[in-house]
T-cell receptor, first 112, second 116 residues
Framework: KQEVTQIPAALSVPEGENLVLNCSFT??????LQWFRQDPGKGLTSLLL?????REQTSGRLNASLDKSSGRSTLYIAASQPGDSATYLC???????????FGTGTQLKVEL | SAVISQKPSRDICQRGTSLTIQCQVD?????MFWYRQQPGQSLTLIAT?????????ESGFVIDKFPISRPNLTFSTLTVSNMSPEDSSIYLC?????????????FGAGSRLTVL
């Protein structure tokens, strides 16, 4: 059974700081890994998707890496802004179908 | 990507009642998914709803408690039956669209239910 863990559970940083969020999974036989942000009352927004054959994906200030063999992914946020404050979730797709297993999330607060 | 409209956005319900959540997609999709997010927890898949067939439920979820309808390729409903305070959660629907060979899931804004 796939289990996904995210560390830290919560993080508070000053504006402008670069930061890294961590995600680990127990079953390395994944199809892809996806990072989401969750804002209160707004559901989930997909940020980046990494295929199992890829090692990283970049979008603007965000960079996600994947080390499938060790069961780890990181989300790097450069020059953080207060608007980045949200809960960040990673999810892995394992096996057939579209079922995702989600981590418990990292609640990020970027302070002025 | 698809746009998903979900309603109600929130509701306060009495113990023992049932509530139906609606999910509307702006394009035709084969698969729709219903997730539950209990307070302080991550998302857990309840079931997969395919048009023209019965929903497939994950371990720990049963049709009598969470009946699902999927009348067409753009719409689905989830009913939370005979609610108890333990059912207080955010319920989200999602759908997957093929994008560059990968399935990218899009989520609705969620329905926050509080059961008294």
């Amino acid at each position: 059974k796939q289990e996904v863990t995210q560390i830290p559970a919560a993080l508070s940083v000053p504006e402008g700081e670069n930061l890294v969020l961590n995600c680990s999974f127990t079953d390395s036989a994944i199809y892809n890994l996806q990072w989401f942000r969750q804002d209160p009352g707004k559901g989930l927004t997909s940020l980046l998707l990494i295929q199992s054959s890829q090692r990283e994906q970049t979008s603007g200030r965000l960079n996600a890496s994947l080390d499938k063999s060790s069961g780890r992914s990181t989300l790097y946020i450069a020059a953080s802004q207060p608007g980045d404050s949200a809960t960040y979730l990673c999810a892995v797709r394992t096996g057939g179908g579209n079922k995702l297993t989600f981590g418990t999330g990292t609640q990020l607060k970027v302070e002025l | 990507s698809a746009v998903i409209s979900q309603k109600p956005s929130r509701d306060i319900c009495q113990r023992g009642t049932s509530l139906t959540i609606q999910c509307q997609v702006d394009s035709q999709v084969t698969m729709m998914f219903w997730y539950r997010q209990q307070p302080g927890q991550s998302l857990t898949l309840i079931a997969t709803a395919n048009q023209g067939s019965e929903a497939t439920y994950e371990s720990g979820f049963v049709i009598d408690k969470f009946p699902i309808s999927r009348p067409n390729l753009t719409f689905s409903t989830l009913t939370v039956s005979n609610m108890s305070p333990e059912d207080s959660s955010i319920y989200l629907c999602s759908t997957g669209l093929v994008n560059a060979g990968a399935n990218v899931l899009t989520f609705g804004a969620g329905s926050r239910l509080t059961v008294l």
